[in-house]
């Protein structure tokens, strides 16, 4: 192990010894979903199973709560439910990284792990440099790195990052998010027969390719992958504009649906769909398990969004990860939900019970909690239905119209709204709430709201509001959270 990557691991290491009982003393600490021990996490990375065991990396900045010279954190665990926490993977440690062990994907071959990352170089102006890195390993602990496998193409800028690598047929590909010379964002692909020479091939699609419009300066962490009879691209455009509900965060994170000819190399698709609806949702990853699930991990940020005005950051920690979702295809879009596995987590269910509500706001005995999971199946909503959450946050709908709403992280006076329009009406809510973490699935996955709450800790009511007859049933269990070992 090189001098400097031993320097950075007992660097990282003292950071956490340091903050230990600060970070932990933290009333929005969560207790199902992954956050750094201390300092910044962001994107998921490396989202594989390997040898039976899920490997779950994160990029992670231990010596601050803003961005900087990345590292990668790295989660192990065999059923979504109890977790190790390993050793640090990466290290920005040699020339090609210095700054930051940028984002990336992980393959097996050969039963050996492969990581692939980009390494983010930056000169005393400042200036960027980005290559495309390799890592290996034989115990999916231990990793050595094999430097650089591919160097910037003509036509982009140093904007080069997140490669995601899978297997078609005999070839390896590799996409890469871009920004070409005349900041455009573009999804660049290479091939390869061995994965560590890679060759160029060119966008498969971007902002002013196949029939779309200028769609963004840059698009980050896009991911390839075959769901139903479509192949998706998902991507994370940096540069849309708000366009009535959609689009409303600082960044955003979707997918296009079609074919993707290799030979060309070009993907044929249809339209721009968000995955996600809430405040905060970036640099969704997927993996194909070995029971053929592709399963979804994002990130529960978004970049330049106020992100020190989180509450945590007094606490010298920010941001977590979603829970794991498996995507499936049902002819015109994709639908996410929870894995099975989460309901190991379930104690006895509290209640099961059908409730009907006329213009009124009421609790129902025992519903409540910081880390509950909550299903209300609707059987007619009248007027306008609502679930007030801690007295912070409320999801309600009304003329078709789904909206959550909560306090702005940076003006608590001001009331903060995302919205979705449901042609079919509402029929379901599956909530899971974490401490200071919301996932909500809306008609059984076909929309998500994903976001932080930060309500006063002691608060734990949950109300339900009804102008007009509201009647549905619900179900509540309490969560026991992850265990770490």
Not at 27 to 39: C, E, N, Q, S
Not at 122 to 145: P, T, W
Not at 328 to 350: D, F, S
Request: hydrophobic content about 35%; proline content about 5%; glycine content about 8%.
């Amino acid at each position: 192990m090189a001098e400097r990557d031993q320097e950075l691991r007992q660097a990282a290491a003292a950071e956490i010894d340091k903050y230990k009982e600060e970070v932990e003393s933290d009333p929005y600490r969560l207790l199902f979903h992954h956050m750094p021990p201390v300092g910044l996490l962001n994107d998921p990375n490396g989202f594989v199973q390997w040898k039976g065991t899920y490997h779950l990396f994160y990029q992670w900045m231990p010596f601050d709560t803003g961005h900087g010279a990345k590292f990668w954190g790295h989660y192990t665990s065999k059923d979504f439910v109890n977790w190790v926490h390993e050793d640090i993977a990466l290290t920005p440690s040699d020339w090609y990284d210095k700054n930051g062990v940028y984002s990336g994907s992980a393959v097996s071959h050969n039963d050996r792990l492969y990581l692939f990352y980009t390494g983010n170089v930056k000169d005393e102006e400042g200036n960027r440099e980005a290559y495309q890195c390799l890592a290996v390993s034989d115990d999916g602990v231990n990793f050595e790195k094999q430097g650089v496998i591919a160097e910037l193409p003509e036509g982009y800028t140093a904007h080069f990052r997140d490669p995601k690598v899978w297997k078609n047929g005999e070839h390896w590909y590799m996409v890469i998010g871009a920004q070409s010379k005349d900041l455009q964002g573009k999804a660049v692909l290479f091939q390869s027969e061995n994965l560590y020479d890679w060759k160029h091939l060119g966008p498969v699609t971007g902002s002013l390719e196949n029939n779309l419009d200028e769609f963004g300066f840059m698009w980050e962490c896009p991911d390839i992958f075959e769901l139903g009879d479509q192949d998706i691209l998902m991507v994370s455009p940096q540069g849309l504009e708000e366009e009535g509900m959609n689009y409303a965060n600082t960044y955003q994170s979707g997918y296009f649906a079609g074919k993707l000819n290799y030979e060309k190399p070009k993907l044929e698709h249809g339209s721009f769909h968000e995955l996600d609806r809430g405040f905060e949702f970036y640099a969704p990853q997927t993996t194909l398990d070995e029971q053929g699930r592709r399963i979804l991990i994002g990130w529960m940020g978004v970049p330049d969004q106020y992100e020190q005005a989180h509450p945590t950051v007094e606490k010298q920690w920010v941001h977590c990860l979603t829970l794991p979702r498996e995507l499936t295809w049902n002819g015109e879009q994709i639908i996410q939900k929870p894995v099975n596995e989460l309901k190991e987590m379930r104690g006895p269910a509290l209640i099961h019970a059908s409730i009907t509500i006329e213009n009124d706001q009421k609790a129902v005995r025992g519903i409540g909690g910081r880390a509950t999971e909550l299903n209300l199946e609707f059987e007619q909503i009248e007027d306008q239905f609502a679930v007030e959450l801690f007295q912070y946050a409320a999801i309600s709908y009304k003329d078709g119209i789904l909206t959550l709403s909560r306090p702005h992280l940076e003006n608590r006076e001001k009331t903060e709204f995302r919205r979705v329009e449901l042609p079919q009406g509402l029929r379901n809510l599956h909530l899971f709430i974490d401490q200071s973490a919301l996932e909500i699935f809306v008609n059984n996955g076909e929309e998500v709201f994903t976001s932080r709450i930060f309500p006063q800790p002691e608060e734990e009511d949950i109300l339900f509001t009804s102008l007009g007859e509201s009647s549905f049933s619900i179900e509540q269990w309490k969560l026991s959270g992850f265990t770490f070992s």
